[in-house]
């Protein structure tokens, strides 16, 4: 069964602090997604990582996907109030439109 | 810009009442799903569609059907509605096919509580 974990599942940090969230999955995968869910409201995609190596970066957060250790990372740098949401990543290992969450990470991010 | 509309924000049922939960979006997208999301438990896949009148369970199909008769809606159907079905229902849709990428896009979610 496939697995997708994030770490941590919950981040409390202070503004200015960088910090990184984990994604490891279970078995191949050459699509990795991000997705950022604000409280009460619905999921938005934030970046489609799609080879091994890849890295996209918007403002503060980049996010990278290393697909021979089933890891990807999402970088906050100089974190802010308004980054503060739930970060999920997904993966799509048999390219059959399906797509597996993992639990997602609730960051708050104090002013 | 895709926009998928959810019909209802909230909704209150009792239990054993049939429940229709509607999704409409507007752009062609042939794929169409429907997931639950519970405190800790993340998204689960109920039920997602690839075409007009197909449809395949996803993890938790038990408790719902779909339907989807026209390709910008698919709807959710909880038969008998029950007290564990108190949750948020979250539909997305995407294009079919590897160039798309497979990006979904959501909807606002529908808090359904059963009472």
């Known amino acids: 069964e496939l697995k997708v974990e994030q770490n941590p599942l919950f981040l409390s940090m202070q503004e200015g602090k960088n910090y990184t969230i984990y994604c490891n999955y279970s078995?191949?995968?050459?699509?990795l997604y991000w997705y950022r869910q604000d409280p009460g409201k619905s999921l938005e995609s934030l970046f489609v990582l799609l080879s091994n190596g890849a890295v996209k970066q918007e403002g503060r957060l980049m996010a990278s996907l290393d697909t021979k250790a089933r890891l990807s990372t999402l970088h906050i740098t100089a974190a802010v109030h308004d980054l503060s949401a739930t970060y999920f990543c997904?993966?799509?290992?048999?390219?059959?439109?399906?797509?597996?969450f993992g639990k997602g990470t609730r960051l708050h991010i104090l002013p | 810009d895709v926009k998928v509309t959810q019909s209802s924000r909230y909704l209150v049922k009792r239990t054993g009442e049939k429940v229709f939960l509607e999704c409409v979006q507007d752009m062609d997208h042939e794929n169409m799903f429907w997931y639950r999301q519970d405190p800790g438990l993340g998204l689960r896949l109920i039920y997602f569609?690839?075409?007009?009148?197909?449809?395949e369970k996803g993890d938790i199909p038990e408790g719902y059907s779909v339907s989807r008769e026209k390709k910008e809606r698919f709807s959710l159907i909880l038969e008998s509605a029950s007290t564990n079905q108190t949750s948020m229902y979250l539909c997305a849709s995407s294009l079919l096919g590897v160039r798309a990428k497979n990006i979904q896009y959501f909807g606002a979610g529908t808090r359904l509580s059963v009472l």
């Open positions: 078995t191949t995968s050459d699509r």
């Open positions: 997904a993966v799509d290992p048999s390219l059959d439109d399906k797509i597996i």
């Open positions: 569609s690839y075409d007009v009148k197909m449809k």
